[in-house]
């Protein structure tokens, strides 16, 4: 089962979401890496456009974590 980690801000998030994605902001990424470390199975990240999430993809991909770059989080509606 992949997991869709939603790097928006938490007030974005709010006002719209994909059912059973996990809220961590880009800001925070660098502090939950253990958190994101220990999910099971595929990762994928996504955002409003694509932009944030591509971001967060490289930086987790450098620390060793294997996911990819959903892009806007309603296209994964």
């Given at each position: 089962?992949?997991?869709?980690?939603?790097?928006?801000?938490?007030?974005?998030?709010q006002a719209?979401?994909v059912p059973?994605?996990?809220?961590?902001?880009?800001?925070?990424?660098?502090?939950?890496?253990?958190?994101?470390?220990?999910?099971q199975g595929?990762?994928?990240?996504?955002?409003?456009?694509?932009?944030?999430?591509?971001?967060?993809?490289?930086?987790?991909?450098?620390?060793?974590?294997?996911?990819?770059?959903?892009?806007?989080?309603?296209?994964?509606?």
């Amino acid at each position: 089962m992949k997991t869709l980690i939603d790097v928006r801000t938490p007030a974005e998030f709010q006002a719209g979401n994909v059912p059973g994605s996990i809220n961590i902001p880009l800001n925070e990424i660098p502090h939950r890496i253990e958190e994101i470390r220990a999910i099971q199975g595929p990762i994928d990240l996504c955002c409003l456009s694509g932009g944030r999430s591509g971001q967060a993809t490289a930086y987790l991909r450098a620390q060793g974590i294997d996911c990819n770059n959903a892009g806007g989080w309603m296209s994964n509606l």
